[in-house]
């Protein structure tokens, strides 16, 4: 395969969006002396602005789309799709932090420069086909994270839950790169297409295909503790509990998302044809969706809630990749574009009324948010029904289409037990609406500030977003469709 | 654009424009949503003045796409059953309007807000013909009754509308996954679509294909009946709702799932619904005794007329599963009814609790003299609860009844129990409530109906007579349904049709029905079918 190492334009192009993210995150930190003499909103403003040209770079280079630098850069629908999604949660989550970071005095320009190389990862890991390239965009993705994490560096449950996820984090990425390796030791390369050729043998049989198998069970492992399906999701809660609130809504949407999508680039590409990891998939959506579902009954820490929350819906998306098609591909992008809305708004909320130093976290503070706050608890109900998946919202439609396809591809055990899940999951979001309307106002409540503009903006757009999911799926999901059918 | 549109989508835009009216104008949200409810009911009436009593099929059809893929449409329309249960929807709505005027005093804007949504999804569970926006408008009408029951209600609230969302919810799971898989099966979610497809051949389930999807469909139905070994989640939520609350819930949530068993399961699944008939006749009949047995014991008002509806809506399932256009059309009469009825019983119920702050029955008595316009209004009730003639539940459980001693002379005999045992336990409260020495705290506290109580309650007392005495003007619309829905299930009697005399006038006709001699006057619904063949 020829490399052109020298640079053309349209390869350019092409990383548009990650050349502008890291330019903007380099001159965060090196205007931070600057700036924060003036305001320390600038951060914000600044991450915001090169969020929305990266957006629109993104746009420009899909106009553009094909492969770049040798095939190492894939830019197409399905690339555009995700880019689009973590530079919009990034947004949102810029626009969450800007009271938060103030209430704990901890307006840094890191903060900002961490989002947005983290972001740059995760864009540059959607669209690539090539398993080394993932690798260090993954890399990028995650130390940028790892530092998020522990970013209220005084708080020690935040330190604990930066030093679980990085070393979670790390074991997950040997094995990841293990599988990497394996591959390249069986097939002779590291480009995606070139694997799905050796696997379907079009350049003969592969010499060692145990290899090949081996190096599947470990890319599997590698990105199920990344999207923290069972049974690798033993430090999400933690780490989602220990996180400040922003940085959670974060981690459970936008690197979740980009670790779907390498998911079912990978698995849906080069392995495409190989059935033997389908059964692992379903055991594997099915334990996600149990323990996520049945350890999120008895929580009484809204963020551990969340968190085990999180994986039951890392377990609806595995259903969707499960049924190895282009809908199930396709469900799992509409369901992770939904997701990401319903999540971020929550977990807005939760850091809204957390207080300095993330005192209320437990779920009696919501106690009568409903009198206090009409309009938050309004918005955070409308992000819970969309977690339940009650109708008109787009959770609803994201597991309608996850289950279809499931359905379509004779899943008839793994749909219903799916469905009976989501059932069992009614009740503990149903708890957060029974604390917010049917309780008397709570300490943490009576101690809330209004919302702030940033939040309202944040709660706002992905409360239209919800809805706009739920009644007009069509515009995304048939995007969706067209780009899943492009990523073999 | 139609009237159907504009009856389903002003309780959503009054539902709209509530949530903008400021907090502290509760007088204004409670105005608002008397008008828009009572402006719902005026369009609704309209829909009856334009609907062609001589048609079977769906009327009013509303047919625009929604998403492309999967194909779902936002397809609506009214036949002779849901014409009537929506009417009943936006009857009952402004009188709910009424009743909780003064018991309502905390967040009250909230409260309008809710009960027209409410009315909303309601409505459009009765008229959706496109089975994933029936589900839709099936969930969404579950929303506003939990919060109506979490936020107002009594005591344990929290527990019943937790326990209420979780049960509807757990059935109505399986009922989606039943739904995604006819859609993998036909490729529509339409129901005339579906229904054409089934008679013209084109779709089929294997026996036991069509077993899992009738019960997947049925468990959802039955849970919202709710059907006697799942019907624990109903007491729980009758007591602890407010007034408006109960109303709405027994009136016409529960409707939803003996409609919902009449609409979907009987004409999409026959050959299992015919299978499970007995099955589920003896579930019911078991629901009608057991309900009524233990409506006898209770101390708490609600409670009662809770346990009441268990034993009421299982003559309706009763009445389905005879598989005659006598039991069909008892069954949809006899959902009317019980909406009425035991609308009006909570109401009343309600009433005395905004006064005496208690249901439990010893806590009352004596209050005939105290409030006799009251207690007039409650023993009129009460008698049409119990199926006195000329009044409206004698025509419904009689039509079941017959229908059931076509079927199996031996429900009719156990079903007719139930009759007995409601006389029973609901003269039985009357006596307790209404008779004797009144006490202190009820002179004290009991003051006669007002104005705007009389308003709520006259319609649903003039309706009681008007069903009772002329059910003609209800249940032709309703017979030609039912006849359609039995031909769709294919499982008539042919040696009925042989028997029956051919001039006999068209069912509904009370006094033609009364004249005929028993058993074979139950011909005459199987004529009806036999000329629509």
Redesign the interface.
Known sequence: MPVNLMPNPGDLVRILPEILLTVFGTLLMVLDPVLRSRSSRAFGHLSILALLGSIAASVYAYANSGPAFGGMIVVDGFATFFRVLVMTVGILTVLSSYRFLARQDAETSEYHALLLFSIAGQSMMVASGNLIVIFIALEISSISSYVLTGYLRDDPRCNEAALKYFLLGSFATAFFLYGIALIFGSTGSIDLMAVRAAVTGQLGAVATPNFLGLAAALLFVGLAFKVSAAPFQIWAPDVYQGAPSPVTAFLSTGPKAAAFAIFLRIFLTAFETGDGWAPVVWLCALASMTVGNFAALRQQNIKRLLAYSSIAHAGYVLVALTAHSGIGASAAMFYLASYAFMNIGAFAVVGHLSGKGERYQSLEDFAGLSQKQ?FAAALFTIFL?SL?G???TGG?FGK?YI??AA??SHL?WL??LG??N??VA??YY?RV??MM??REPSEAVNASEPLPAGLSAALVVSAVATLFLGI???WV??FA?QSSVLIR | MNLLTAVLFLPLAGFLIALLIPRSAAQASRVWALAVSLVTFVASLGLLAYFNRSLAGPQFTVDIPWIPTPDIHFHIAADGVSLWLALLSTFLTPICALISWRAVQKSVKEFYAFLLLLEFGLIGVFLAQDLFLFYVFWEVSLVPMYFLIGIWGHERRIYAAVKFFLFTMAGSVLMLAAIIFLYTRAGTFSYPELIDMLASGRLTFAPGEQMLLFLAFFVAFAIKVPLFPVHTWLPDAHVEAPTAGSIMLASVMLKMGTFGILHYCVPLFPAAARACAPWIATLAIVGIVYGALVALVQPNMKKLVAYSSVSHLGFVVLGIFSFTQFGMDGAVYQMLNHGISTGALFAIVGLLYERRHSLEIKDYGGVATVAPWLSIAFLITTLASIGLPMLNNFVGEFLVLQGAAIANFSWAIWAALGVIFSACYMLWLYQRVFYGEAGQEVRAHIPDLNFREWAAIIPLLAMMVWMGVYSQSFLPPVGKTTARVLEQSQVNVPYQVRNAPAHRASPGALTARLAGPLPLASATGTTEVARAR
């Open positions: 009409p029904l339940i009650v109708p008109l609803f309608f289950f279809k359905l379509e008839v749909t219903v469905l009976l989501s059932a009614a009740y149903l609406l029974v309307y049917f007009f799926p069509n999901l048939d469709a």
